[in-house]
């Protein structure tokens, strides 16, 4: 059974910078789109980014343009998502999928369409 484990999560002050990490732990888990999600305390899981594995195409919410940016790492079978220039608003719990149907391109951002998830790092960031 394929896992996704994130880390990097913390807590940081407004303005500063965090690294999360999704490590994927099989090397032959075929995935076509990996993303980060996120759920706030009282709201829906929401997407943050997303990333295609073989082309590195990206997409971004509105939310975290310019200040975020997600990656992955063939050979670490990892991906990342670098949060810079934090706001308390993004203060949430943070989530690594994987879908594993071709047609789940970047710009999916619905949650369901996302197979396999890892079980989240908290992000706190205070004012």
């Known amino acids: 059974q394929v896992q996704l484990v994130e880390s990097g999560g913390g807590l940081v002050q407004a303005g500063g910078s965090l690294r999360l990490s999704c490590a994927v732990s099989e090397r032959t888990f075929i995935r076509y789109t990996m993303a980060w999600f996120r759920r706030a305390p009282g709201k829906e899981r929401e997407f943050v980014a997303a990333i295609r594995w073989t082309t590195s195409n990206t997409r971004y919410a509105d939310s975290v343009k310019g200040r975020f940016t997600i990656s992955r790492d063939i050979v670490e079978n990892a991906v990342y998502l670098q949060m810079n220039s934090l706001k308390p608003e993004d203060t949430a719990v943070y989530y690594c999928?994987?879908?594993?149907?071709?047609?789940?391109?970047?710009?999916?951002?619905?949650?369901?369409?996302?197979?396999?998830w890892g079980q989240g790092t908290q992000v706190t960031v205070s004012s």
């Open positions: 999928a994987a879908a594993i149907d071709s047609s789940v391109e970047v710009t999916t951002t619905r949650a369901y369409e996302y197979r396999y």
